[in-house]
């Protein structure tokens, strides 16, 4: 098992639709997780970070299932400016070190 | 808050030439920085963890000799591609760890074209 997998994607969805993406972990021992997006030929962003069971904000809301190891994105009321590839990061070995990355889903959302 | 800053943002050289880029954090103190290495259409792949007043932790694969990094201050590290080749041509990202949390910042990112 990948240390990070995410759903491949692209997801393709009108503006205004909800969409949720997917990530399983394999390190049970891993205590926070994080969402980056990451737009086409730039660097990756901070989107959320995740803690306990789960985070909000605005739009976006992510989800920490530890009994099944994986975590969700939803991003509701899509934007044109919510297109970008969005990666599930876990620390490696549970520290607070290295971040494993995961390949990362494509949304395009379209008008 | 949390910003990073890198230098230059565009290298186009000769084959053979060393690269030397610069990562810096702005506005916060990182005793640990990482550089990251990124083909098109790949995930990111971690290169080495830059140590300040120590020495890189390099990642299985990652030839030492060919990238040099050094960490000098708490706000910048420097990691140089000696003898570049075609080979080496990639995104080049550093990051560092604000907080305690474990979350990290990246900078604008490096595009290094070795002809």
């Known amino acids: 098992r990948k240390e990070v997998e995410q759903d491949p994607g692209p997801f393709n969805v009108p503006e205004g639709a909800t969409v949720a993406f997917n990530c399983t972990y394999s390190n049970s021992a891993s205590q926070s997780f994080f969402w980056y997006r990451q737009d086409c030929r730039k660097e990756p962003k901070l989107l959320m970070s995740?803690?306990?069971s789960g985070n909000e904000d605005g739009r976006f809301t992510a989800q920490l299932n530890r009994a099944s190891q994986y975590i969700s994105l939803l991003i509701r009321d899509s934007k044109l400016s919510d297109s970008a590839t969005y990666l599930c990061?876990?620390?490696?070995?549970?520290?607070?070190?290295?971040?494993?990355f995961g390949a990362g889903t494509r949304l395009a959302v379209h008008p | 808050g949390a910003v990073v800053s890198q230098h230059p943002s565009w290298v186009i050289c000769k084959s053979g030439t060393s690269v030397k880029i610069e990562c810096r954090s702005l506005d916060f103190q990182a005793t640990t920085m990482f550089w990251y290495r990124q083909f098109p259409k790949q995930s990111l792949m971690l290169m080495a963890t830059s140590n300040e007043g120590s020495k890189a932790t390099y990642e299985q694969g990652v030839e030492k000799d060919k990238f040099l990094i050094n960490h000098a201050s708490l706000t910048l590290s420097t990691l140089t591609v000696t003898s570049a080749h075609p080979e080496d041509s990639s995104f080049y990202i550093c990051?560092?760890?604000?907080?305690?949390?474990?979350?990290?910042?990246f900078g604008p990112g490096t595009r290094l074209l070795v002809l």
């Open positions: 995740v803690y306990s």
């Open positions: 990061v876990v620390p490696f070995s549970g520290g607070y070190n290295k971040l494993i």
């Open positions: 990051s560092a760890r604000a907080g305690h949390r474990g979350a990290q910042y």
